[in-house]
């Protein structure tokens, strides 16, 4: 019943900038929270950035000051401004959702490379 699909992943160089969007559908009421996490190869998934509803953000603290993590409420999307990117940044970036009231629910993926 729901689904959430990323867009705006590429290959960058160092130093460069990415917007990823996260678009969610489905017969939800509300996202009490959102987020994005990321993979790397040969790592665990981690912590990217989060927004509740209330507006309460979390980063990991890798990307602190350089990401932000936003939302449009009136269309259940949400995007990460990704600044200052890295070569460490480099992984598969999913966004994630908690949707009232069916549940958590992760999207496809959307791979960022960033070359040095």
């Known amino acids: 019943q729901v689904q959430l699909v990323e867009s705006g992943g590429g290959l960058v160089q160092a130093g460069g900038s990415l917007r990823l969007s996260c678009a969610a559908s489905?017969?939800?009421?509300?996202?009490?929270?959102m987020g994005w996490y990321r993979q790397a190869p040969g790592k665990l998934r981690e912590l990217v950035a989060t927004?509740?509803?209330?507006?309460?953000?979390n980063y990991g603290d890798s990307v602190k000051g350089r990401f932000t993590i936003s939302r449009d409420n009136a269309k259940n999307t949400w995007n990460l401004q990704m600044n200052s990117l890295k070569p460490e940044d480099t992984a598969v970036y999913y966004c994630?959702?908690?949707?009232?009231?069916?549940?958590?629910?992760w999207g496809q993926g959307t791979q960022v490379t960033v070359s040095s």
């Open positions: 489905g017969m939800i009421s509300s996202i009490k929270t």
């Open positions: 927004l509740t509803s209330g507006g309460y953000t």
């Open positions: 994630w959702g908690d949707c009232v009231p069916w549940g958590q629910y």
